[in-house]
């Protein structure tokens, strides 16, 4: 098994443990669905336009299908793989449709079906947080220059109605104009 808790600086890590987690779901014969969020995703979205990215220490997913939950989960914790279900509160699991993310490394998976949302989606999930990682994201790397603007700003405004901590003056969204600007976006 790969040292988890590593900094991941490229892609090929991060593919690299997610092979190794679809082995042994092949070893516990169990298949699933899973979307990748946080810094995986940024990673691996931002590497399709040789954009820099901040390296990450672990992947973070949403379960989208598993017929057996219980073992799935029992191997992404023995990876030390983030079920982030019911953390991002926006956008909800059902935006995250068919059309709405993309599947990586089709030929390298048996067991997983792995996909990552597309840009705008990943960007909201940081725009309407409170981490510090995600202001980083949102500031210092080239996420919202490759996000299309009409499509972003069309989400951000309908999500914003659907925020419960909108009040909350550290929500990265009450930031979100000034970054735009600064990025002449």
């Given at each position: ?5 590593k ?11 997610l ?13 699933a ?35 057996n ?22 956008p ?6 068919v ?61 914003k ?25």
């Amino acid at each position: 098994m790969a040292a988890y808790g590593k900094n991941m600086s490229n892609t090929d890590e991060i593919i690299n443990q997610l092979i190794e987690i679809d082995v042994s779901c092949g070893e516990s014969a169990v298949s699933a669905e899973i979307l990748i969020l946080g810094g995986a995703a940024l990673a691996i979205l931002l590497e399709q336009y040789d954009s820099s990215f901040r390296s990450t220490k672990d992947i973070d997913i949403e379960i989208l299908s598993t017929p057996n939950r219980e073992i799935f989960e029992s191997i992404l914790r023995r990876y030390e793989v983030d079920i982030i279900s019911g953390i991002v509160e926006v956008p909800p699991q059902e935006d995250f449709s068919v059309g709405e993310k993309f599947e990586v490394n089709k030929e390298g998976f048996k067991n997983l079906k792995v996909f990552v949302p597309k840009i705008e989606l990943l960007a909201c999930t940081k725009i309407f947080s409170k981490r510090g990682k995600d202001l980083q994201d949102l500031t210092e790397t080239d996420l919202l220059l490759h996000c299309d603007k009409d499509t972003l700003r069309k989400l951000v405004d309908e999500y914003k109605d659907y925020t419960l901590m909108l009040g909350s003056p550290d929500l990265n969204y009450h930031q979100f104009d000034r970054i735009l600007e600064e990025k002449g976006i």
